[in-house]
């Protein structure tokens, strides 16, 4: 199974999300596809879709993938290389609009040289990167859990204070809405 993630922006990542459907329209992805597909507009047709998961549900999907493939968050990219999970990620691009800044670009290159990811800088270069995937092991430097620890403990402590939302699930604002899986259903767009 491939875990296809493109976090919680509110933007979506459409792009990313419709270049994995057609590939698996066209067969060239022949694994189940889970995505969570954040805001995006775009309705996938090959893919089994949700729009969130809560952290827990986050990380056991990635633990039973094979496979992940994402934008660049760091959260996602640290949370695969901690499970040993190859990830294949395609970063935003600020000339369409995706986002704002540069920072997916500059994670994506650096984690790329140091052989933790394969990057796919374009939807035509995402095939390749799949297939260079199925042999690729990511590697790990010393040190490299006491950091993705310290980056998921940043995560965790944003997510906190902006949402009221701590990392086991717990509501802190009773203004915020609980994201928890219960809440959240895996919807099957192949069917009709």
Sequence with gaps: ???????????????LVKAVDDLVAC????????????CGAYKAKHLMVMDFCSPN????IISSSRLVISH??????????????PVVVMPRKISLGEVDNSHQYATARQLEAEGKILVAYEVSDLLAKLKEARAFVPTR???CDRILNTVQEFIDNVAEKKLGYSRIGVQKNAGVQKLDSENLAVQDSTKG
Excluded: P
Aim: glycine fraction near 16%; avoid cysteine.
């Design 1 to 15: 199974m491939i875990f296809l993630t493109v976090g919680t922006w509110h933007r979506g990542y459409d792009r």
């Design 27 to 38: 067969g060239l992805i022949k694994d189940k596809v889970i995505a969570q597909i954040g």
């Design 57 to 60: 549900k986050f990380v056991n």
């Design 72 to 85: 660049a968050g760091i959260g996602t990219i640290s949370q695969a290389i901690k499970l040993n999970k």
């Design 141 to 143: 430097g010393e040190g």
